[in-house]
């Protein structure tokens, strides 16, 4: 059974950085091309950022492009989400979600391809 753990989340100033990680466990990593999606209170979820399963792709929604940098390590089984420069607007519950493909060069910021979907952790930025 394949599993995604959310872990790094808090409270945050603006303007200050906050590292997530999603341990992946059930799955070789490498069958999975990986992706951030986050939701605030009122609103629909959204992508952030995603990589496919060699790295070889990244992609990132325009409002965090630069501040934020997904990385994976497919020998540990963990993504991270490395967030700096963060802004009230970032706050949210972050979700990790793992899509099943053998396009290795592949990953989306769409989430109805994704096949598995972690619990979420809460990510609040404030003064």
């Known amino acids: 059974q394949v599993q995604l753990v959310e872990s790094g989340g808090g409270l945050v100033q603006p303007g200050k950085s906050l590292t997530l990680s999603c341990t992946i466990t059930?799955?070789?990593?490498?069958?999975?091309?990986i992706g951030w999606f986050r939701q605030a209170l009122g609103r629909e979820r959204e992508g952030v950022a995603c990589?496919?399963?060699?790295?070889?792709?990244?992609y990132y929604q325009t409002t965090v492009k630069g501040r934020f940098a997904i990385s994976r390590h497919n020998d540990k089984n963990t993504v991270s989400l490395r967030m700096n420069s963060l802004k009230p607007e970032d706050a949210g519950v972050y979700y990790c979600?793992?899509?099943?493909?053998?396009?290795?060069?592949?990953?989306?910021?769409?989430?109805?391809?994704?096949?598995?979907w972690g619990q979420g952790t809460q990510v609040t930025v404030s003064a």
């Open positions: 979600a793992g899509l099943r493909t053998n396009v290795q060069n592949m990953c989306l910021l769409t989430d109805p391809w994704y096949d598995h």
């Open positions: 059930g799955v070789t990593l490498d069958q999975l091309a």
């Open positions: 990589i496919s399963p060699n790295s070889a792709e990244i």
